[in-house]
């Protein structure tokens, strides 16, 4: 996964704009189930917020590099946490 000039390593980017209904675009094929940020728009450390398709609910896109997913994975405080 791509890695950002001048980024500080195990650092984290957070984006998101409350003003962009991605749920309301409708290109003619219904609307979205699920929205992401695209492949070209990817790094390690990215984590993007999105306003969910219920009311009052999020969905969160994470970026991380396979290394840092598999630390994850074998922390058994933060897997704890998920369930």
Wanted: net charge negative; charged share 20%.
């Amino acid at each position: 996964m791509p890695t950002v000039r001048g980024f500080v390593a195990g650092g984290m980017v957070l984006s998101s704009s409350p003003r962009f209904d991605v749920y309301g675009n409708d290109f003619g094929w219904g609307k979205p189930v699920a929205v992401r940020s695209g492949s070209g728009n990817k790094f390690d450390g990215k984590l993007t917020v999105y306003p969910g398709v219920e009311n009052g609910s999020v969905d969160v896109e994470i970026c991380l590099s396979p290394e840092m997913a598999a630390r994850l994975e074998s922390d058994t405080e933060f897997m704890a946490a998920l369930e």
